[in-house]
């Protein structure tokens, strides 16, 4: 109902201590009772809460203020204040949290079931602590301390093993479909994948999560097409999957356009380990330019597939798998 949301901003807030409390002892037979303030009750946290079963950020625009339960005031008697409830704040797995005003990373949540980010103000103490010898009825309690807020920047970044990019209709959702269980949509017009899709590969004992990212065209670094609104969904691949339509008339450029394209929106993403997928090797004339792409890019590693018919599938599949494999070692070392 919402779509897909992977970036917001919410204003946040902990809650204030409660005051402590100024009181002397009023029972009969006792004249002169000491003091007997109780102190105020700790605010609430502000606490990010990992949920697995979330996976965008839509509800975090349907409300954009969370605040935590200010402590209560203590009482007489020695009552203390009661401490006020944390605010809970769900996301999905993979969400950083930023400074609104820096874009500066505050806390990447990636491997963390709970964080708390703001902490409730202290309660004041009550009269009761501050008698002695020489100030025995004193008047005066602790203020609670106020709590923190601040304004942040939520941003989801799909976790996956392997990122697809491409050029709108180069066979992405189709490799997704074949590969996992996903059922991303296929058909005969540009950009059908409007939001990034995920699936689970099962190869060789190990899992391996694919993420099919929406098309990519020529000028996206300048705003064309649907420009750059997906690609922060690969930075954290292992690898990346350059997918290449062999029956359009680019196919010779297309990797060059590709990397360009995301070299200017992060040249970091053109260090990762990725492989060349020539795509619908089925049409006339496709194995000739198969041929001429892996003599353009002999260091490279290309692949011709058919989704459909299942060529090459298990070569891709393989490849994949060897690419998690070494940026885990690598990761490890």
Known sequence: MFGFADETYIDVASGNGGNGCVSFRREKFVPRGGPDGGDGGRGGDVVFVVRHNLRTLAHLKLVRSYRGESGRNGEGARRFGRDGADIEIPVPPGTVIKNAETGEVIQDLTGLERWVFLKGGKGGKGNWHFRSSTNQTPRHAQSGQEGESMRVGVELLVIADIGFVGFPNAGKSSLLNMLTNARAKVAGYPFTTRIPQLGMMRYDDADVVLADIPGIIEGASEGAGMGFKFLRHIARTSGIAYLIDLSDDRYLDAYDILSAELGAYESELLEK???????????????????????????????????????????VRQAFLEMVRRHEAATAE
């Open 273 to 315: 380990e990725h492989v060349i997928l020539g795509t619908k090797i089925d049409e006339p004339g496709t194995g000739e330019r198969l041929v001429e792409l892996k003599a353009k890019y002999p260091d490279k590693k290309v692949i011709g597939i058919c989704a459909f018919l299942g060529e090459g599938i298990d070569e």
